[in-house]
């Protein structure tokens, strides 16, 4: 343990290195080394002052400040601590075997609040007298032998050029400026998730640095964050746009390209390759791509089973594009013709789904849009025979779940099932962006004629809130059951 005077000294010496203009940090230049893509190194993803693509350092700046507006707001109407101490630690490298890594993805509170996309480093933010907050990045040690294999990190000299943070210092530096910060400092609160570990060096300093302060509060700062990640920019809303239009002519093309008896590994195979053609990253998730009865198990992402002739696909899937994710379902026939029963199916779930829009004009919660659901699927369920006319409006709900049981909307953004400590039951505001995803699903519990038995329908789209109505993302994803049939059988 390094003596408590030695650390007031180093953190003394921290803070006048934090307060320094900016003009006397070193610029950035293609020369100088950072561990992802810049302006400099790759223009044709990046414009000068983009940290990201299209998101630029103010505006991560502007979400930091958000960050520490929300928690001195609640501070005041509940803790009343004088200072607040903000830990976000990054995603850590997994490894599937012995040197063989898993794809990287960024740990997304941490990349919103920083636009860093590399593993092993942290951001703390301070609070300052003026109520403004103080950014420093911890970045990962220079080492030679790492870089030969992995590519160039970003230098701490450097970072705050390519960030638009306050200071960097490398992550062996972590501990002392925290325990620096506490012993210097009364009456503080650490703002750090203890349920959600990432990266067991961080997690064993702030728990020592609890136990040894009596002084110190700790809190988890991810509902703020949340909260914030909840109303999407212009920027965020330009990139949901695009990864849904990635994502929407990527299933275009496979439902076009998929015919009977075809694999549904291979029918995977072709939105993955289409949506990388097109610029994304990777798949959003594992895609569900369902034949026949197998669409009636909601997860089904196995994907190993063929497609006969006369069978329906249901495919679940969307992509990421530069850290935001689409989702999006279609059911179609893989044969280009929907049999009478299919077809009934499908104009149910698709009637549903119009009505369900329809309804976001008056910005309901998802809760709310989940209880219409229940209630216009029970309906035109009995319209068509399935349920039968005597069921008593009470039991509709009840019902209509049995053939739909999961919810009807989720948050999207950075992550699919996005901001999940924001509850369902708040109602929907302008920036706000959602999935929209009836569904059918006849199994053999279900008493109803064989014929429809081993039916599954899910049509999804994302939808964006705005003051002038909800805007479909997905529009360009083919729905229209007339255009599938035509765009599915011109390929037979």
Known sequence: MIATSKLSVVYRDIITQIIRKKSTLPKFTPKLKCGQPTAETHPHLL??????????????QTRRQGLIDQIIAYNDANAHTRSHLVIIPSATKKYMSDKIPYVFRQNTDYLYLSGCLEPDSCLVINTTHSSKH??????RNPDSH?????GPRTAAEVAPSVFGVDHSLPMSDLETFLHSYISSTKNCTIWYDVMDALQSGVDRIVRDLRQSSLNVRMESPKRFVHKLRLIKSAAEIYLMQKSCEIASEAINDTMAFSKPDMSEHQIYAKVDYECRMRGAQYLAYPPVVAGGERATIIHYINNNQRVPDGEMVLMDAGCEYHGYSSDITRTWPVNGRFSPEQKLIYEVVQSVQADLIKLLHNYPSLDNLFDHMCVLLGKRLQEIGLVPQNVPSELLFKTAYEFCPHHVSHYLGMDVHDTHLIPRNIRLQPGMIITMEPGIYINERHKVPPEFKGLGVRIEDDVLITEDGPV???NKCLKNLDVIEHLV????
């Open 134 to 139: 103080c950014s420093t990045l911890f970045v």
């Open 146 to 150: 790492s870089e030969l294999w992995d």
């Open 47 to 60: 414009k000068t002052g983009e940290v990201v693509p299209y998101i630029n350092a103010s505006e991560f």
């Open 489 to 492: 059988s011109k390929m037979e």
């Open 472 to 474: 479909i993302l997905t």
